[in-house]
C-alpha cells in the first residue's frame, strides 16, 4: 500500500508540473495570443478505462486506473469538466465537481469514443488531457499507435496483432488542432 501511495504521490507531482506548465503562453498549436490567466481558461480531462473486450483478452485493471485517475484530477489540476468512459460505469460527465449526467448503457466503444471525443471538441476547451487505460497497438505496416475500442477487432499478421477499427492517437490529436485552426484559436495544451 505504502508503494502505491508512492506512486500516486509522484504522479501527483508530475501532473501538478504538467499542469502549472499549461500556464504559460507558450503557443503549442498556433492561433491567436492568449492572455487570461490559468483558471480563466478551459481545462478539460477525458478518461477511458476498459477492461471488457468483445474480439480480445481482457484486463482486470484498466477501469480501475482510470478511476485513480478522476481521483487525482478531481484533487488537482482544476478541470472545470471531467469525461469518464468506461465498462463499468458507462458515460459520466463531472462540471465544476458536480456529476452533471450518467448513462451506463453508454459503453466505450468505437463509436461512442469518438462521439465524446467531439463533443468536448465541440466545447471548444483551452486544454485537454486524455487518458486511456486498456489494450494499445502498434500497427506494423505505419507504426501508428492506436487505442483499443471495447469493440476493437483485431487480426493476427504472423505473430503481431493488428487492430482493424482502432483509434489513432495522432488522428485524434490532429482533430482537436483542426478545431482550433477552424475558430484561429490559441489551444494552450493536449496531453494524451
Known amino acids: 500500500m505504502n508503494k502505491f501511495r508512492f506512486h500516486l504521490s509522484f504522479l501527483s507531482l508530475i501532473l501538478f508540473l504538467l499542469l502549472q506548465h499549461t500556464t504559460s503562453n507558450a503557443d503549442s498549436f498556433g492561433g491567436k495570443s492568449d492572455n487570461r490567466q490559468w483558471h480563466e481558461k478551459k481545462r478539460y480531462a477525458f478518461l477511458v478505462g476498459i477492461n471488457k473486450y468483445k474480439n480480445t483478452t481482457e484486463l482486470k485493471y484498466a477501469v480501475k486506473d482510470s478511476k485513480e ?109 483542426a478545431e482550433a485552426d477552424k475558430k484561429n484559436r490559441k489551444l494552450t495544451k493536449l496531453f494524451f
Not at 468506461?86 to 469518438?114: A, C, F, H, M
Open 69 to 177: 485517475m478522476y481521483k487525482l484530477f478531481s484533487q488537482v489540476g482544476h478541470f472545470e469538466k471531467i469525461f469518464m468512459l468506461n465498462d463499468e460505469d458507462g458515460k459520466v460527465i463531472v462540471n465544476k465537481g458536480k456529476v452533471e449526467s450518467r448513462d451506463k448503457q453508454y459503453l466505450p466503444t468505437k463509436k461512442n469514443l469518438e462521439e465524446t471525443y467531439k463533443s468536448i471538441l465541440a466545447e471548444k476547451p483551452d486544454t485537454l488531457v486524455f487518458y486511456y487505460s486498456g489494450h494499445g497497438f502498434i500497427d506494423g505496416k505505419d507504426d501508428k499507435n492506436s487505442i483499443a475500442p471495447m469493440d476493437v477487432d483485431v487480426e493476427f499478421k504472423g505473430d503481431k496483432a493488428v487492430a482493424k477499427n482502432g483509434i489513432v492517437l495522432t488522428e485524434m490529436a490532429n482533430g482537436f488542432k
